[in-house]
């Protein structure tokens, strides 16, 4: 059976892994689900501070980053906040016809490379406050 600092090491690994599939997506051009693979990385990310901040070893079986955040200790700008919102949106609207649709045509290589520069700014600062807090 893992310790918490065995959870809390696991869900950032699965957080790096789930990064690298992002990359990946890219350099493929599936960039529906790049944005489906980024929101995933922060996701764990924020679970392994979910666990190290609530001494619990299960976070909370929810995708919705904010409400993840919230049960943490870090602080994020307003602007990084409301961010994680938006990337929250690529894990419901992806599965569904009408916003799949929607997605996919705001998923230009342009829009995807913002987002990957926004999403793994936040992703290495998540992964900073992990290790300095």
């Known amino acids: 059976m893992m310790n918490l600092p065995e959870h809390i090491t696991f869900w950032q690994k699965q957080s790096d892994e789930d990064w690298d599939t992002a990359l990946f997506l890219v350099s ?3 960039n529906l689900m ?3 693979a980024i929101h995933l990385s922060l996701d764990k ?3 392994a501070h979910w666990i190290k901040d609530n001494s619990e070893i299960t976070p909370p079986r929810s995708h ?3 409400y993840l955040y919230k049960g943490t200790d870090i602080e994020l ?6 961010y994680l919102a ?3 949106g690529w894990n419901i609207e992806g599965r569904y016809p009408d916003y799949k649709q929607k997605i996919s045509k705001m998923a230009t290589p342009e ?3 913002k987002q990957l520069e926004n999403a793994n700014r936040i ?3 998540l992964q900073e406050m992990l290790h300095t807090s």
């Open 77 to 82: 700008s307003a602007e990084d906040y409301g």
């Open 34 to 36: 790049a944005l489906f």
């Open 111 to 113: 829009f995807l490379q």
């Open 64 to 66: 919705d980053l904010q």
């Open 28 to 30: 493929g051009k599936r």
């Open 123 to 125: 992703r290495l600062c």
């Open 86 to 88: 938006i990337v929250s």
């Open 45 to 47: 990310i924020l679970k």
